[in-house]
């Protein structure tokens, strides 16, 4: 029987836009023989989610309930590549980002609360000493994807940590102070209006005061709770319409 322990992973966590390697070594044929590139005429990995488990169906774009083993091994997995030099390898290379399902939706998420999580199955199928079998491994440890700008002071987001350039309808550029709290920001909306708004944090990263471009063409200057808007200048304007102190409906300053 040929056995085919856990892939290998470089970490538990991984950052969400870089491509992962994940490696498949000392697969061994019952007789101690361990199985080299002649050996193998196919190895891939596969790819699940969460507890219970779900499996990456590449055919069909979609999470499913992880099948059992017998159905499993007529699946098609991620493709490992044999690699030279060393004990005998393949590895293949889960590039997370950008991936969508069916749906459009991200098939890989950076974890929130430690969810979601990951793991993978190697499989082989091998011809050894005229028997032809296919192998089923071990699963890895979990693993996270992370994303890497949440430790970054300045970073620039778009609608989520996968969106692209070119497909983005929203970009903010951000500052963050010592403690990574946000200290402000500019972000600059296409959808669902064409909007620019400029803001400063407090100490704990909230928003105080707020500039707003609106799409009808108003500007919306809103200070931080109790602060005013204060002009250290002259003021040039045509009509004024303010709230009377004593209530009621706001007036034209005639």
């Known amino acids: 029987m040929t056995t085919v322990p856990a892939p290998v992973l470089a970490s538990t966590t991984a950052p969400l836009t870089k491509p992962l390697t994940l ?6 044929f019952s ?3 361990v199985a080299g590139e002649a050996d193998v005429t196919l ?5 699940f989610r969460g507890s219970p488990a779900e499996l990456w169906d590449e055919m069909q774009k979609t999470w499913r309930a992880a099948p059992g083993d017998d159905e499993l091994k007529s699946a098609k997995p991620l493709a490992a590549a044999f690699k ?3 004990a005998p390898a393949w590895e293949a290379t889960l590039v997370a980002v950008g991936q969508k399902d069916a749906a459009d939706a991200d098939v890989y998420k950076p974890a929130e609360a430690g969810t979601p999580t990951y793991f993978v199955r190697g499989l082989v199928k091998t011809t050894h000493a005229g028997v032809e079998e296919t192998t089923l491994g ?3 440890p979990t693993f996270t994807f992370v994303d890497e700008s949440a430790n970054k002071r300045f970073t620039t987001q778009f609608d989520t940590p996968t969106t692209k350039p070119d497909e983005a309808h929203k970009v903010r550029m951000q500052l963050k102070g010592d403690a990574m709290q946000a200290a ?6 296409a959808q669902p209006n064409f909007e620019v708004e400029i803001a400063n944090c407090d100490g704990g990263g909230n928003v105080l005061a707020k500039f707003l471009l609106v799409a009808n063409g108003d500007i919306r200057l809103t200070p931080a709770a ?6 250290e200048g002259d003021i040039e304007t045509n009509k004024i319409l303010y709230a009377p102190s004593g209530g009621g409906a706001k007036q034209w300053l005639s």
């Open 226 to 231: 109790g602060a005013h808007v204060i002009v």
């Open 84 to 86: 030279a030099g060393g």
């Open 23 to 28: 490696r498949l070594t000392d697969v061994k």
């Open 138 to 140: 071990a699963p890895s």
């Open 184 to 189: 402000g920001y500019l972000e600059i909306r």
């Open 43 to 47: 190895a891939g990995v596969f790819v």
């Open 31 to 33: 007789d101690g023989a």
